[in-house]
């Protein structure tokens, strides 16, 4: 994949969202957690959700915040039990660039889908946008 794709990847998830107000705004964000919650309960494509809902988590920061989606090198590909089962290809994991800090909205949702327990999206965007731009409170 190249970095075009990303944004292509994010119109599709959003398109794919029948009746959920995927529009790229930060409440949009709360649809995306609800989706991955029904999605990792029904288990399936896990790899192609997480590429697809990182790059919309990923388009909204940068539609909000500014930033530059950046390729990574592709890290050894994980080949099941003991290395012998398995695609063995790698994992598509764009990084977004904003500047003050690199972010990995396509990695967060992976580890949203694999663990109930991991911070909602939301909750992320809040913590980019923080160290973006730093609220008064944080500073004192």
Do not use: N
């Not at 709360?30 to 990182?54: I, P």
């Amino acid at each position: 994949m190249t970095m075009g794709d990303v944004a292509r990847l994010a119109e599709r998830f959003a398109a794919a969202q029948r009746g959920e107000p995927l529009d790229y705004s930060v409440d949009s964000l709360a649809v995306v957690d609800r989706l991955l919650d029904v999605r990792r309960q029904a288990k399936g494509k896990a790899a192609s959700v997480a590429a697809e809902a990182g790059c919309y988590v990923g388009e909204v920061i940068r539609r909000q915040l500014g930033g530059r989606w950046r390729d990574t090198p592709a890290a050894p590909a994980k080949r099941g039990f003991l290395g012998l089962f398995g695609s063995g290809r790698p994992a598509f994991a764009p990084v977004l660039d904003l500047g003050v800090i690199t972010v990995s909205p396509v990695e967060k949702v992976r580890a949203r889908l694999l663990d109930p327990g991991e911070d909602a999206i939301e909750i992320y965007y809040e913590a980019v946008e923080r160290t973006i731009i730093p609220r008064v409170e944080d500073r004192a």
